[in-house]
């Protein structure tokens, strides 16, 4: 079946850039997303790329896809402190199929 | 445009008994997904609902239900509460888009 991977924790200081990363088995995953999660609160989407894309830039979010390797990897640039949260890595085979998430990495931004 | 609520926002029940959570998707999304979130597991996908009809379903137990009405409002009911239900419950929403959209969660604790 499919499976999303992620490390499960990550430390930075404030103001270095952050790379969150995500493997993925599904070769057929046509929509990758992050989310990002905040204590106690639910799901808020970050950004996604279609499979055909490289790379999708969004202010300090930069999205790098190597759909040979299956690797997607999120940038963070000007990590915050308020950006300290747990950002999950999801796909999508093709619309009206579920999505299946990872684990989650937590991110922690160091003053 | 408003966005996915869910109520109640917190429940405390006892083994055995059973729950209702509601959730209401953002105006004009048929789509809504239910997504059960542990710390030993993680995000697990339940089932999602669109215009009305179970379209996936996720590897829980059938005392794990749900039905969406003509609003696209969206209940989930699970029965015979135990101890390894408690979890946040997320409901997404989905429009004619690749996206889903996040609620807050029901934050349910059986005791």
């Known amino acids: 079946g499919e499976d999303v991977e992620q490390s499960l924790f990550l430390s930075v200081r404030e103001g270095d850039s952050s790379v969150i990363n995500c493997t993925y088995t599904?070769?057929?995953?046509?929509?990758l997303y992050w989310y990002k999660q905040e204590p106690g609160a639910g799901l808020q989407l970050l950004t996604y790329?279609?499979?055909?894309?490289d790379m999708k830039q969004d202010q300090r979010l930069t999205v790098l896809l190597n759909k040979k390797d299956k690797h997607l990897s999120l940038r963070i640039a000007d990590t915050q402190t308020g950006d300290s949260a747990i950002y999950f890595c999801?796909?999508?085979?093709?619309?009206?199929?579920?999505?299946?998430f990872g684990p989650g990495t937590r991110l922690s931004v160091l003053p | 445009k408003a966005g996915v609520t869910q109520t109640p926002r917190y429940l405390i029940k006892t083994r055995g008994q059973q729950v209702t959570l509601s959730c209401s998707p953002i105006?004009?999304?048929?789509?809504v997904s239910w997504y059960q979130q542990t710390p030993g597991q993680g995000l697990q996908f339940l089932f999602e609902?669109?215009?009305?009809?179970?379209?996936n379903k996720g590897n829980f137990p059938g005392r794990f239900s749900g039905r969406q009405f003509s609003n696209s409002r969206s209940e989930m009911n699970v029965s015979t509460l135990e101890l390894g239900d408690s979890a946040l419950y997320l409901c997404?929403?989905?429009?004619?888009?690749?996206?889903?959209?996040f609620g807050p969660g029901t934050r349910l604790l059986v005791l």
């Open positions: 997404a929403s989905g429009g004619q888009s690749e996206t889903q959209y």
């Open positions: 599904d070769s057929s995953s046509t929509y």
């Open positions: 790329i279609f499979s055909n894309m």
């Open positions: 999801a796909e999508r085979e093709n619309y009206g199929q579920n999505f299946v």
């Open positions: 105006s004009g999304h048929r789509s």
């Open positions: 609902y669109f215009s009305e009809t179970q379209r």
